[in-house]
């Protein structure tokens, strides 16, 4: 999956400079951020709402309009797919970590190692923080 989205980026990437006329990329970029979130957030509402009605084959469809045009905002917001990829990758090492600790452990973090128990309370905390910013 990774691959396709990388080679997506590359897409929007070379054609973020073509004629508007023809590139619907190029449109995208010349209309700017708000107009790509808003194409962002209707494709979303499309999987959700085919998501509900059953309907996995329209899911599929709308999914790969969604990360085309999630890749289209990454890209206007300067950021890269490999950057998203160290982010679920430290989320993945965190959480693992997390998850083999016995449940004592969690409740009581003087029994396991400090540095170990007490990473579970910093991912509520970091999930905290960011929807505050939002
Ligand atoms: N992967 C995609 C891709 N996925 C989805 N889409 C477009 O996004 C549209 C989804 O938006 P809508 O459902 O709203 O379609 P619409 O209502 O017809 O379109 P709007 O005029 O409302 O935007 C789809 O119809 C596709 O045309 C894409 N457009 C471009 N790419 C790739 O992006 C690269 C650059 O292509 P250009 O933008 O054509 O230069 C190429 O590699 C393309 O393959």
Same mark, same amino acid.
């Given at each position: 999956? +990774? ?6 980026? &590359? ?11 023809? +590139?619907?990329? @190029? ?7 708000? =107009?790509?979130? =808003?194409?962002? /957030?209707?494709? /979303? ?10 309907? !996995?084959? @329209?899911?599929?469809?709308? +999914? @790969?309009?969604? &990360? ?26 965190? &959480? ?7 449940? !004592?452990?969690?409740? &009581?973090? =003087?029994?396991? +190692? ?9 991912? @509520? ?10």
């Amino acid at each position: 999956m +990774s691959d396709s989205l990388e080679r997506l980026y &590359l897409a929007v990437l070379a054609a973020r400079n073509l004629d508007p006329a023809t +590139s619907r990329t @190029a449109r995208l970029f010349q209309r700017g951020p708000s =107009k790509m979130a =808003k194409k962002l /957030a209707e494709e /979303a509402i499309e999987v959700v709402i085919d998501a509900v009605n059953g309907d !996995s084959e @329209a899911v599929i469809r709308e +999914s @790969a309009d969604l &990360l085309y045009n999630l890749t289209v905002l990454w890209a206007s917001a300067g950021v890269r797919p490999e950057d998203v990829w160290r982010e679920m990758t430290r989320r993945e090492d965190m &959480l693992g970590i997390a998850e083999k600790l016995p449940k !004592s452990a969690m409740k &009581l973090p =003087k029994v396991a +190692s400090p540095r170990v128990a007490a990473r579970r309370p910093i991912v @509520a905390l970091e999930n905290r923080t960011a929807r505050k910013r939002h």
